[in-house]
Structures are given as C-alpha cells and as structure tokens.
C-alpha cells in the first residue's frame, strides 16, 4: 500500500503532484433504514475490494477497488492508524495536510470526523496526537519551538463563515506572493493542550450540528472545515520560522437531491448542486490523473482555500463513506465511481452473505453465516 501514497509518476518532463489517497468506509447495515428489509447491497472483499449489486443486470456484481477499504467492523481508532495518523508528523515539518470525509448523508461521514464521547472520531484523535508529536520535538532543547492554534469554518453556498464567530461575514480568500492560502479576519485561536481545543472546539461544533438536525439541511449542505496550524520557530539565530496546517473537513452530502423516484438518475451530474464539492471532485480527478494538467482549484471556495494543502507537496486522504442499504444504492454507486482506482463487472448475482473482513472474531463470523442462510460461494 506504501507505494499509493507516493507521488505520481506523471509523463516525462510533467509537473509531479500528489495523488489524494482514497479510502472507502462502509458503515454497519442498520434496519431502520431498510423499511423493506431488503438487507445489505454492498459487502466488503478484503482490506482493498467490495463489490455492490449491479441495477443494470441482477445476474452481475461490480467489484471495486481503492487504496484502503475499512469493512464495517472498522473501529474509530482502526481507521484513525491507517488513514490519519501516518500524515501527521509533516505537519511539524512545515508541509501541509488535509482529510476529509465524503458521501452520502447518512453513510457516516461525522460519525467519521467528529464520533461521539464514546467513540471519538479523526478530529479528536488528530488533534490528541499533534500535541503529543509537539511536546516530543520540545524535549528537544537545542530544537525549535512550536505553537498550535485552531480555526473552524463553514462553506455554505460559496460563502465562508467563521465557527468561532458566529454571526460573521462571508470571508474572503487571499493567496500571499508565497502561494499560501489566507482568509484575512478569520479567528485563531491559540492551543495550549488537547483540553483547551475541546473547550473552544465543542461548542462550536454543537452549535453546528443541533441547529441542523432533520429538516433543516444545513448540514448536509454545508462543509465543515476545522484548521489546525502549527508554527515552528527556531530558538536560536537565524530565527526560521515553518508553519504546517491540517485541514479536518466534514463534506457536504454527496447525494443529488435532484433525483425523483426511479427516473431521472444523472449520475455524472450529481454534485452540480453543490459547487464545492462538485469542483472538489474535479480536483481530485485531475490530481489521481497526475498528467500535470490545469487542477480548477479557483473554481469553487472550498477548492480555493484548501489549494495549498490537497495535491502538490501536500498529505491528502478522502475518506469515502458509504451505506449498505438499497435506499442509498444510487449515492452509493456514484460515490464509488469517484473514489474506486478500478471497477470490475463480475458474471454472478449478489450473494447476500458477509464476507468477513480479518479482524473479525470467529463467535461473530459463525453468527452472521447463520443469518445469510450459511451460504457458501
Ligand atoms: P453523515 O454525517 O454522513 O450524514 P452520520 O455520521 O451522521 O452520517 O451517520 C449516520 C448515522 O449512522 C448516525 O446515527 C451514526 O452514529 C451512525 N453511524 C455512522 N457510521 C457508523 C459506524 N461506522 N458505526 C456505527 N454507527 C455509525
Ligand atoms: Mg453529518
């Protein structure tokens, strides 16, 4: 897998960009959203592959392909380790990083992001492990000093409001003649510990999600964006000073709202709702095609501001988030072709049986093939 990460090796002579590594997370199969229990359309094949019925032929499967797959009974921490945490330590080197989740709503992209107190999602486990990277280098006495501080903002309709000032202005983005992305005004604040994130950090963060449940879309329209940056500065002359910024995003939701009953599906239009992320999807594209072609950053806000830290020298993972039920069947196949490095049309119908990722325990395994009707292949 070590190899995906790395840069792409474009044409000869072509500008080298940075792929966006992808992972897809399918959330477990719950039967309140499956009103006529029709059981999951999605299972996992391994740590790369799934396969989804085919609505076009019954009497196929599709098989996909990413960098990472992260089964159902991936935990917080699981998905923290092998997607998160190894971008990590180049932030304190100056470079810059961003993950974001994306998908559906309802597939689990906050859960993902922000978890609960019981099951805390990336943030909390980025953050935690930024200050303990930090206060590993300061045990350093001839080394560098650094200073953590947070921002926490929102891309609603091509607008972006700060979090931590509610009731601000749309802010603008402004490029400095070294190519850093900045949004003048935007608050900072300084970060003393993990404790002191959590205090300005939750408040915003309920803000943001109570005021939004069930008929108020605004979350799922809306792109959560929380910036951590940490400024390196060396104690002695000549006094060099290094900054490096992770971007937490929590995406808009990819479905196309658009969509009516069974007609009208346009699959290759479905994020034009949302500029945004419609235009992230683009830059994605033309970032994992690394031919070194135009990347539209300029083309939408959220793709503006995160310039300087998706593609080019930065960290990047998109992590894809899915639902097993039919009613997200079509969010779902949508979400795949944009994530999957390769598709494949198997000649057999959608065997409804879990296929069992390998950090399973075997009581379960032995209860869940009793459910499918012990099914084999
Ligand atoms: P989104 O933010 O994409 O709209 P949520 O994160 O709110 O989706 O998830 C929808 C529901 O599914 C929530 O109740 C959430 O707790 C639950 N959920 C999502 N992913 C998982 C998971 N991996 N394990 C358990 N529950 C999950
Ligand atoms: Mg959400």
Wanted: glycine residues 8%; aromatic residues 6%; contains cysteine.
């Amino acid at each position: 897998m070590a190899q995906r990460v790395a840069v792409n090796d474009g044409a000869p002579g072509s500008k080298r960009t940075s792929r966006v590594r992808v992972a897809v997370r399918l959330r477990p199969y719950m039967d309140k959203q499956d009103e006529k229990g029709e059981g999951p359309c999605v299972r996992g094949l391994g740590p790369q592959k799934l396969e989804i019925i085919n609505w076009r032929n019954a009497t196929e499967t599709l098989q996909y392909q990413f960098d990472v797959f992260h089964g159902e009974q991936t935990t917080q921490q699981e998905v923290f380790l092998t997607s998160v945490k190894p971008i990590l330590p180049h932030i304190l080197n100056g470079q810059n990083a961003s993950v974001f989740a994306y998908g559906p709503t309802g597939a689990g992209k906050t859960h993902t992001m922000l978890g609960s107190q019981e099951q805390p999602g990336v943030i909390t486990r980025a953050v935690k492990e930024v200050f303990k990277l930090v206060k590993a280098q300061e045990k350093d006495p001839d080394g560098w000093e650094y200073s953590v501080g947070m921002s926490y903002l929102e891309i609603y309709n091509e607008k972006v409001l700060d979090l931590l000032s509610p009731g601000s202005q749309d802010l603008p983005i402004r490029e400095d003649k070294d190519r850093n992305i900045l949004i003048p005004g935007l608050t900072h604040t300084p970060l003393s510990s993990f404790t002191d994130f959590d205090t300005h950090f939750i408040p915003a963060s309920l803000n943001r999600t109570t005021a939004s449940t069930k008929l108020n879309q605004r979350s799922s329209r809306s792109h959560a964006i929380l910036l951590i940056k940490v400024v390196k500065s060396q104690r002695g002359p000549p006094h060099r000073q290094q900054t490096g910024k992770l971007y937490l995003v929590d995406l808009a939701g990819s479905e196309d709202n658009r969509r009516t009953g069974n007609q009208g599906i346009r699959l290759k239009e479905s994020g034009a709702i949302n500029l945004s992320l419609f235009t992230l999807s683009k830059v994605v594209d033309a970032l994992n095609a690394g031919a070194g072609g135009r990347v539209p950053y300029r083309d939408s806000k959220l793709t503006r501001l995160l310039q300087d830290s998706l593609g080019g020298s930065a960290h990047s993972v998109m992590i894809t988030n899915i639902a097993p039920e039919y009613r997200y069947y079509f969010d779902t196949f949508s979400a795949l072709n944009f994530a999957a490095k390769s598709k494949q049309i198997v000649n057999r119908p959608f065997v409804r049986e879990t296929v069992l990722a390998p950090t399973i325990a075997p009581g379960k395994r032995a209860r869940e093939e009793q459910e499918a009707g012990g099914s084999g292949e």
